[in-house]
């Protein structure tokens, strides 16, 4: 009894330590799977901050490149390029020649002679006063001072009356005191070419004339008003020749009425410019314009989608593909879009070349190569995107940019099928910065029919210069109701 006693304790002793060994297991093994718990929500939280990591640094990026984004790898004005360490005259990104302003040693000077000068003045019907110094006897040598004459002149009108004792006194004169057509030509100048608002024309009217002439901002407008209802047979000349045109150029920049964005489009050629004032840059705006109804030749514009809706054909800046190019170099790293520019620019010159050679066209074996190495490069693109870049936003962008290439090819390479097509759109850059001095300058505009009255000003004076016309005398014309272009 006593043997199993003894063997009934082991066993009773065994069965506790396996049972506390077994609570042993399972709470470590309940610790165990506590700690897999945590490693596993551990790693995931790495992972969670690894990608967000991921996507700050290429959202960083993605800031760090539209920082540097400016006119030189985007649609961006040149004007938006200044930095606080970048100079006045880099922001057209001309590289220092070490020379000083101003003629260089050796240069051929010109100096104006009096010929020249009784020339002028005999062609603009204006008499040069003399003066002697000295005996007039003797022989003398002539000498010039050339100087502008300020102020102000007034006329006093004397009508008598006629054997019945009427007065025949036109229209015009029903006022006392009535402006003349000069005056009136010097503020549609300032308000168009110096683009100078409204109250500093009266300033300076006061102030060239001694305040001898003391204008209100309100007869300022009247004129401006005037001018615009008298210009109005012009404008539409200049739309009619226009319409003649095999290309032309356009574009649209921003301008504030009021506060309020809106815009003003210019239609360009060599000899006539028409600017129009515009709501918006969209289709229902576009339609309401005249001279895009009536045309039908090709449009040379900035990839402005709306704008295929009008004319027979279009052709799309290379310059401006060029900056998206550019950019996507830097963005990605990736080598086509730098050989896709070196391809734009290689035949651009090859074309400069065959024109100077009073060569009209390529030969189609030319053409059929350089259109085969465009698609080559739109090719190596794909391949370059599956080995390089990782960036998520650049690809996008590049992707876009693709697209576009291949969507738009024949207008990107029209200009190596027509000679008479531009390369370029410059023409519509520099004619629209006209309308961005008026932003700065002025504020923008106060109302819409201030906005239309400075695209109808803008229309006369370019298209004037363009033709070497005197403008005074134009502007004169306007406001005697005379026709300038025939």
Known sequence: MAGGNYERGMYNQLMEVMARLGKVEREAAATHQRDQEEIRELKATVTRQEKKIEQLTEELERFQSKDKTDSHNSSKPPSSDQKPSK????????????????????????TLKIEDVKKKFEKAGLKIKEQDIGDRSRPCKEHMILDLNFGAVATLMRFHEDENGKYSIPAEYRSEVIYGDGIKAVVALFYGQGVQSAERIVEMI????????????????????????????????VEDRLVDYHQVHTDGTNVTVNGVQSFIRNFSVSDWTLYVAMDTKGHKTLEKIPFLQRYRGILMHDHETSLYKYGLDHVECLIHLIRYLTKNSEDTGHRWSQKMISLLLSINEYRKKLKAADKTEMDKETIKRIEDRYDELLQEALTERKNGCKLRWALKEEKTLLNRMKKYKRNHLLFIHDFDVSFDNNMSERDLRKCKNRQKMSGGFRTKKGKEIFCSILTITET???QGMDLMQAFRSIFQRKRVFA
């Open 464 to 466: 004037c210069k363009r």
């Open 206 to 237: 006061s102030a060239i004339s001694g305040k001898t002439i003391e204008l209100s901002e309100g007869t300022v407008f009247n004129w401006l008003n005037e001018f615009k209802h008298n210009a109005e047979p012009d404008v539409q000349t």
């Open 87 to 110: 100079s006045a005259n880099e922001y057209n990104g001309r590289k220092k020649t070490g020379k000083s302003s101003g003629g260089q040693k050796g240069h051929q000077g010109r």
